[in-house]
């Protein structure tokens, strides 16, 4: 069978390709870049290579350049999207069999690599043989294979030894010395990849003694075999065993040197089946004689079996490494966590879950599924069972009902597994939390009240001043009709100040429960509403209420009425107060706007609208563009509003238009 490299980046091109070949002649290998190619181009392991070329360009040549460099006698064909003669001329003198235009013609693809590889033509090795010095008598082919069976079968129970490599190579070697008579025997390794913190990979280029027989380890300790040069070198890049008397080993001085140091005749190179894990070295027999062929073979498929199991040692270490910085992880945290199994047992528990649940057993170190409290048990259950988490909830124990736990259970599966592998239950102690929460709370609220007495306390006294500066005039005027007129005058005005600071000190600390079940007319509301607010505003021209013309002429809706009325009053002074030379005040009430349900109500004065910081903080408690009030109003109207489940909103003015506010009630509540 022969094995066709396909370099592109287009996965409807590979199944084409794939679709044209005999996959009983050919075997196709789709790589998206030369480099993932390098190791079977090096190793001779291609026959034909097809090149998916975009552009006819610089970059397209040093793709060909690329693999001619890693293999010189690999039969190249490009397909192109469009042809240039000058290009297609540099690709000839590169040495490409074919350039052909897309899309692909099967029936000319099988052709030419019929023509590459005549059906007679014998096949390109992937391991070289090497020729080896004359041996002893043979031995009889049933009895070669007899040892063979043998070697492979003791060899298999090498492979069940472990995860430990150390361990398995060792005993690798003392296998190989009874069946074969090894007389020195070292293994070197390459150090697994391991990742940085920035993401790139470090790939460490030698090889590092790890195991040996009949020399000194400790020595072994300061030697290493570079991947880019000497033994390690070679085998990285042709893969295939080397003796120390080949011409290859005598023309290189590295190698040669290498051989000589180390006292050995042969290495070998230990492959996962996909790159190059580590190199064996070997000297002669305990007898002195040299290894035949077919001994080398069967150690060669023992080490690449070997390099396979190495592999898996060295996931097997990554996924311990990682559990355990998880474990440590989770050791250090505050909050307790236990992973559970499908089978309902306790996979891992740290130290701040042990003593929560534990901690009327001091003496007992692991946690079991049995020592969670009953519903928190029931909760894991059905977390596993359906896939579905449990979200954060308040949680106290019954031994410490003082204290406050915020608990979360969260189930997660394997990507192979359809149904939950395990289930994740995170208690954590907030009491901490909650006591400052509260203590925040309560430190605002006594601020909100200093603040709220102090404005309370100075528009009480603005309201009372005016009424003792005339009621010492009332003293001294002997009956004087216009001190008396003045006075009462004073008198209700403050009498109205102080009516609506207690209005609003009622609502602003009332609260709502239940429903509103009486329903009243919105557009009597609001009119009662104007002549409340229109009270409080004694000015020099009349002000006047406009009802818009699109203002249908009645809609009831459950309410408070007092609140309610209040809640508007408040809206429409402010309105008042906009433009005090002429206070118009235009209302229109409308269906909501489509994807709601309730009535907007649009509250329109005839000032200069609302300022950005106007709009946004019109609501807040205390807040004031004017000098006198407590800045409250709007505050209280939003309460009132909100209690009756609708939402009021103060867009910020354009341009040379008015103030505008805008309520939203339900029909229904």
């Known amino acids: 069978m022969r094995t066709i490299l396909l370099l592109s980046n287009q996965p409807s091109f590979a199944s084409a390709v794939e679709a044209v070949l005999d996959p009983t002649q050919f075997q196709l290998i789709c790589k998206p870049e030369p480099g993932d190619a390098e190791f079977l181009l090096s190793r001779g392991a291609i026959d034909a290579a097809l090149l998916d070329l975009k552009l006819t360009d610089s970059r397209a040549i040093r793709t060909i350049e690329e693999i001619r460099q890693a293999a010189p006698g690999c039969p190249i064909i490009v397909y192109a999207n469009a042809n240039q003669r000058e290009w297609e001329e540099d690709a000839y003198l590169l040495g490409v069999e074919h350039v052909l235009d897309k899309p692909l013609r099967g029936k000319l693809l099988t052709t030419l690599l019929g023509r590459l590889f005549p059906p007679h033509a014998p096949g390109k090795a992937l391991l070289a043989p090497t020729p080896l010095a004359p041996t002893a008598a043979p031995e009889s082919s049933s009895a070669n294979q007899l040892r063979t069976l043998e070697a492979l079968r003791r060899f298999s129970s090498v492979l069940t030894h472990g995860l430990d490599s150390t361990a398995l190579l060792k005993q690798f070697l003392l296998l190989l010395r009874e069946i074969i008579g090894v007389n020195r025997a070292i293994i070197f390794l390459r150090k697994p990849t391991t990742g940085r913190a920035d993401g790139a990979s470090v790939d460490d280029r030698w090889l590092r003694s790890v195991c040996a027989v009949g020399l000194d380890q400790d020595v072994l300790q300061h030697f290493a075999l570079s991947l880019n040069a000497g033994i390690g070198g070679h085998l990285h890049t042709h893969g295939r065993i080397l003796r120390a008397t080949t011409s ?119 946690l079991e599924f049995s020592d969670l409290p009953q519903i928190l048990g029931s909760m894991l259950f059905s977390a596993i069972k359906s896939g579905i988490g449990v979200p954060p909830f308040d949680f106290q124990l019954p031994h410490a009902m003082e204290t406050h736990y915020r608990v979360g259970i969260m189930p997660f599966r394997f990507d192979f597994s359809q149904a939950p592998s395990a289930a994740l239950l995170i208690i954590e102690d907030v009491s901490e939390h909650i006591r400052a929460q509260r203590l925040e709370i309560e430190t605002s609220k006594l601020r909100l009240v200093k603040s709220m007495a102090e404005h309370l306390a100075h528009e009480i006294g603005n309201s009372i001043t005016p009424l003792s500066t005339y009621e010492q005039m009332l003293r001294e005027s002997n009956g004087d009709a216009e001190v008396h007129t003045a006075f009462g005058a004073a008198l209700s005005e403050g009498v109205k100040r102080i009516t609506r600071l207690s209005n609003q000190m009622v609502f602003l600390a009332r609260d709502w429960q239940g429903e509103f079940n009486d329903p009243h007319s919105l557009n009597d509301i609001i009119v009662e509403a104007f002549h409340e607010a229109h009270s409080f505003h004694p000015g020099r021209k009349l002000a006047q209420l406009n009802f818009g013309k699109s203002t249908p002429p009645a809609f009831m809706i459950p309410c408070d009425h007092k609140a309610l009325r209040h809640a508007f009053s408040e809206i429409i002074l402010n309105a008042l107060q906009a433009n005090p030379d002429d206070p118009n005040v235009e209302v229109n009430l409308h269906r909501a706007p489509h994807g709601t349900t309730g009535i907007q109500i649009e509250v329109r004065d005839s000032g200069s609208g609302f300022s950005p910081e106007s709009a946004e903080r019109g609501s807040e408690p205390f807040f004031s563009t004017r000098s006198v009030g407590l800045g409250l109003g709007l505050t209280v109207s939003r309460k009132i509003i909100e209690s009756h489940h609708g939402k009021i909103e103060i867009p910020v003015a354009l341009a040379g238009r008015s103030g505008v506010v805008r309520i939203l009630l339900p029909t229904e509540i």
Not at 310 to 326: F, G, K
Request: aromatic fraction near 6%.
């Open 248 to 366: 290859e080993a005598q023309s290189s001085r590295e190698i040669a040197k290498e051989f000589q140091i180390l006292g050995v005749q042969v290495a070998i190179p230990i492959l996962d089946r996909e790159s190059l894990v580590g190199v064996a070295v070997f000297d002669g027999r305990l007898t002195g004689e040299p290894y035949t062929n077919e001994e080398l073979a069967v150690i060669f498929n023992m080490l690449e079996e070997v390099g396979i199991a190495i592999r898996n040692s060295w996931h097997h270490d990554q996924l311990v490494a990682q559990q355990q910085m998880i474990a440590d992880i989770l050791s250090h945290l505050g909050s307790g966590c236990v992973v559970v199994s499908s089978n309902l047992s306790t996979l891992h528990a740290n130290p701040a879950a042990t003593r929560t649940f534990l901690h009327d057993q001091p003496e007992k170190k692991r």
